[in-house]
């Protein structure tokens, strides 16, 4: 069930960057990635079809992220409108990873870039199989 990164399409997400999302010399602070990445990763779900949350309720299925890997390039900083990119890489019966690049709109400048795996556990938190359903759904190109 493994797939490679470059057979999806990327989904786009479009964020300004806030002053609270800044530090004191003025650019993004380093975790708000990581909570861009979460965003685009829930906008990638409704752009293919569903809602995260349904996932989790309907089909008793929870993503938690396991491994978060992130390469900051240039700083964003306040009020530049960014892109986040978000797209499936690969998808195993029990995991799943998610590719991620943020880029400055205005020049297309990639920002950061990194990936999140994650498990796919019950609200038990016991492992299980991905939903079939919702597999079939992000492997859509």
Same mark, same amino acid.
């Given at each position: 069930?493994?797939?490679?990164?470059?057979e999806?399409q990327?989904?786009?997400?479009?964020v300004?960057?806030r002053?609270?999302?800044t530090?004191?010399?003025?650019?993004v602070y380093?975790?708000?990635?990581l909570v861009?990445f979460e965003?685009?990763r829930?906008e990638?779900?409704?752009d293919?079809?569903?809602?995260?949350?349904?996932?989790e309720?309907?089909?008793?299925?929870l993503?938690p992220?396991? *491994?978060a890997?992130?390469?900051y390039?240039?700083?964003?900083?306040?009020d530049?409108?960014?892109?986040i990119r978000?797209?499936?890489?690969?998808?195993?019966?029990?995991?799943i990873?998610?590719a991620y690049?943020v880029r400055? *709109?205005?020049d297309?400048?990639?920002?950061?870039?990194?990936?999140?795996?994650?498990?796919v556990?019950?609200?038990?938190g016991?492992a299980r199989?991905?939903?079939?359903e919702y597999?079939?759904?992000l492997?859509t190109?």
């Open positions: 069930m493994k797939n490679n990164t470059e999806y990327w989904s786009e997400t479009r300004r960057v002053y609270a999302e530090d004191q010399a003025g650019v380093h975790s708000n990635y861009w965003v685009g829930v990638l779900c409704r293919h079809g569903f809602n995260y949350r349904d996932m309720r309907e089909a008793d299925a993503l992220v396991t *491994e890997h992130l390469r390039r240039v700083p964003a900083k306040y530049d409108v960014i892109l978000t797209r499936t890489s690969v998808i195993r019966s029990r995991a990873t998610f690049e400055r *709109e205005a297309n400048t990639l920002l950061a870039e990194g990936e999140t795996q994650h498990i556990m019950d609200s038990q016991r199989s991905f939903p079939p597999a079939e759904k492997k190109r």
